[in-house]
């Protein structure tokens, strides 16, 4: 019984997310502005959680300070951008499309592309294997070894 407790438990239980409420502002539209802009920026200990899913100490200045930036009058973009400024492009999850974040975007498809060119090549080597047939020589020299096998 205790054991499907602690199951129904960790199924239902909400997801918890990192920010204390120490960190939160006491304007709900600020901390809602905070939050959406926090589902934006990655936390760069912990590379593919958000910031306010992360318990990293990074994670929690970058709250601070985004929530500061915020408290200072800055719009969301001036926010992100302050941000991005100071740690760089990595820490939004989705960054600009420039030369620098070029490899990062087109990464995904050059991959897929070279495993379909890999795939291909290897398909059309196995076919033009299975396509060599034996000349009658040498069919004629297999059949008198199997022979000399067989006898």
């Not at 905070?34 to 929690?60: F, G, K, P, Y």
């Not at 034996?134 to 067989?150: G, I, S």
Request: aromatic share 6%; charged share 25%.
């Amino acid at each position: 019984m205790r054991s499907l407790v602690a199951l129904m438990f960790l199924l239902f239980a909400a997801p918890a997310f990192a920010v204390l409420p120490s960190e939160q502002l006491a304007d709900p539209k600020l901390e809602a502005r905070a939050r959406a802009i926090s589902a934006e920026l990655r936390c760069v200990v912990c590379q593919n959680q958000t910031i306010d899913d992360s318990d990293a100490e990074l994670a929690h200045d970058l709250r601070v300070l985004l929530r500061q930036r915020l408290m200072a009058g800055d719009s969301d973009e001036q926010a992100k951008a302050f941000i991005a400024n100071r740690y760089g492009d990595y820490v939004l999850l989705r960054p600009p499309f420039e030369t620098e974040t070029l490899l990062l975007w087109l990464g995904p498809f050059l991959v897929l592309a070279g495993g379909g060119v890999g795939v291909g090549i290897y398909l059309k080597r196995r076919r033009e294997g299975e396509a060599m047939a034996l000349t009658a020589e040498e069919q004629a020299r297999l059949d008198q070894l199997l022979k000399e096998d067989v006898a």
